[in-house]
């Protein structure tokens, strides 16, 4: 099965960073971003990633639509989507509600702290096969 990281962070360094990053990893056959959550649904909903992702990685403070709301619309608009992918949220702040939202929504699997580190992508590999390992058994 093939496997692919979606990132969905408004910030352009961000963006490059974690492109390159999963591309020098060799971990993950596919990489594509959006800018917010808007875009996003788009992307997933109309089929324009050209790969099913196995990771979402989602930033909570983003313009237009921001990394919750995006996530309470995919699953309003396609739960089944979200059946075999992995989600980590993303973000530099460690905001006391968002930390409480993370926790109670049990479709979200970590929470990443900015600024990224390329032990990321293996982390989010990881707890990717280890979840589809989980649903395999």
């Given at each position: 099965?093939?496997?692919?990281?979606?990132?969905?962070?408004?910030?352009e360094?961000?963006?490059?960073?974690?492109?390159?990053?999963v591309?020098?990893s060799?971990?993950?056959e596919?990489?594509?971003?959006?800018s917010?959550?808007?875009?996003?649904l788009?992307k997933?909903?109309n089929?324009?990633?050209?790969f099913s992702?196995?990771?979402?990685?989602?930033d909570i403070?983003?313009p237009?639509?921001n990394?919750?709301?995006?996530?309470?619309?995919?699953?309003k608009?396609?739960?089944?989507?979200?059946?075999n992918?992995?989600?980590?949220?993303?973000s530099?702040?460690?905001?006391?509600?968002?930390m409480?939202?993370?926790?109670?929504?049990?479709k979200?699997?970590?929470f990443?702290k900015?600024?990224?580190r390329k032990?990321?992508?293996?982390e989010l590999?990881?707890?990717?096969?280890?979840k589809?390992?989980k649903?395999?058994?």
């Amino acid at each position: 099965m093939s496997s692919g990281l979606f990132l969905i962070d408004d910030d352009e360094a961000i963006q490059f960073i974690v492109k390159s990053f999963v591309s020098r990893s060799g971990l993950f056959e596919n990489f594509d971003h959006a800018s917010n959550g808007n875009e996003a649904l788009k992307k997933l909903i109309n089929g324009e990633l050209g790969f099913s992702p196995s990771v979402l990685l989602i930033d909570i403070n983003m313009p237009v639509m921001n990394g919750f709301d995006f996530l309470d619309e995919l699953m309003k608009l396609n739960s089944k989507l979200l059946k075999n992918i992995s989600i980590a949220m993303f973000s530099s702040s460690e905001n006391k509600d968002d930390m409480e939202k993370i926790k109670a929504n049990k479709k979200i699997d970590v929470f990443l702290k900015k600024p990224f580190r390329k032990e990321y992508i293996e982390e989010l590999f990881r707890i990717h096969n280890s979840k589809t390992n989980k649903k395999g058994a």
